[in-house]
């Protein structure tokens, strides 16, 4: 059974950083890209980052050039620094991963149909 498990989330000032890490385990299929989503109460969850397997990543146009997505495959684990942070950013992050192929393509990299498996969420808060 898959799980992912995320850490690192807390409070923080705007303009402070975080780093949120998710934990990979029990994988018995392949795993085609893997994800950041956030969501907050009364909205859809929403993709925030995304990374295909071969390594390309995607972005939401809200935090390009401040979030970086990244994976270390020896240790399993999905990592997203976010860097500049803003109230807006607040929200519970989840990770998430993918066994089909359909993240491969364009903006689907992002959207929440895309993943079958996810964490239970991290929160992250940012005052102002």
């Known amino acids: 059974q898959v799980q992912l498990v995320e850490s690192g989330g807390g409070s923080v000032q705007a303009g402070g950083s975080l780093r949120l890490s998710c934990a990979a385990s029990?994988?018995?299929?392949?795993?085609?890209?893997m994800g950041w989503f956030r969501q907050v109460p009364g909205k859809e969850r929403e993709g925030v980052a995304g990374?295909?397997?071969?390594?390309?990543?995607g972005y939401a146009d809200s935090v390009k050039g401040r979030f970086t997505i990244s994976q270390d495959n020896a240790k399993n684990t999905l990592y997203l620094q976010m860097n500049s942070l803003k109230p807006e950013d607040t929200a519970n992050y989840y990770c998430?991963?993918?066994?089909?192929?359909?993240?491969?393509?364009?903006?689907?990299?992002?959207?929440?149909?895309?993943?079958?498996?996810w964490g239970q969420g991290t929160q992250v808060t940012v005052s102002s």
């Open positions: 998430a991963a993918a066994s089909s192929s359909t993240c491969y393509s364009g903006s689907w990299l992002l959207a929440v149909i895309a993943y079958n498996y």
């Open positions: 990374i295909r397997s071969g390594g390309s990543t």
């Open positions: 029990g994988y018995t299929s392949r795993r085609t890209c």
